[in-house]
């Protein structure tokens, strides 16, 4: 991948750039809305696909996983990417599951919400994305700039700690949400929800719009009532409904809530819908406040 890069480096006219999207395949237009991304931003645009072992606690998601390669090349040349890499397990970790036998750890914030309900996935992620920056670094000190979507917002915030905490040179970007014209976070896990389900799951998105109106509106943020209204759906499981703060992921307090926000927050919410599990977050802010990056 390394030579990949430097080859397309080296094609474009004194190139000094590079934008990585590392995914696990089974792409849609979020991905391609990654990858456009990067494509405006950068003179090399690097895509990786590898359904991660490290980031699965249980063996069947990983097994159930859609793999959709070929339908993934023609997304990623229509979207405008120069180099795929596409490696098997046993080539990025030789020795697997063995290996690798030294691992990157999130700490704390890798415990906490969707990490305390998927114990170690962050520490796979933080592995895989290291090694990934590793590979993609631009050989004759150019710039690295790597683009992640919104929807993930807890990877975001645990992998710009990252770079910020071992002082890795790469720009982590974040990419807003793309949604359906209904409001459903795009993901590759709503291929496995039946329409019944994928409707049901749109309570996710109102519940988050809610708390946004109420920032929007300087009014107090009700998590509870949000909470209740996803409760209330048929079908669907609520895990967790928190408001945040959007650098260190602590839950913001009571006291903190039950006043118009004086800063902005974040808003994370993930649920079982049908058999699958869904993610999704918006950003509450405080009119006024700076803009967070």
Known sequence: ??????????????????????????????????????????????VSIFVNPLQFGDPADLEHYP??????????????????????????????PDAPLVRVTAGR?????????????????????????NLARPPRGGVLRSYFGQKDAQQVAVLRRLAHDLDVPVEVRAVPIVRSAEGLALSSRNARLSDEERVSALVLSRALRSLAEAADEE??????????????????????????????????????????LRRDALALVAAQVGPVRLIDNMVLSAPGASPAA
């Open 1 to 46: 991948m390394a030579a990949a890069v430097d080859r397309a480096e080296d094609a474009g006219a004194a190139a000094a750039t590079v934008g990585l999207v590392p995914t696990m395949g089974a792409l849609h237009d979020g991905h391609a809305a990654l990858v456009r991304r990067a494509r405006a931003e950068n003179d090399v645009v690097a």
């Open 67 to 96: 793999r959709t390669l070929e339908a993934d090349l023609e997304l990623l040349a229509e979207a405008g990417a120069d180099v795929v890499f596409a490696p098997s397990t046993a080539e990025m970790y030789p020795g697997f």
């Open 109 to 133: 914030m890798g415990t906490v919400l969707e990490g305390a309900s998927r114990p170690g996935h962050f520490d796979g992620v933080c592995t895989v994305v290291a090694t990934l920056w």
């Open 219 to 260: 009014t107090v943020i009700d998590v509870e009532a949000a909470r209740q209204m996803v409760r209330d759906e048929p079908g669907v499981t609520l895990d967790h409904l928190v408001v945040v703060d959007r650098g260190t992921l602590e839950e913001l307090g009571a006291e903190l809530l039950c006043q118009p």
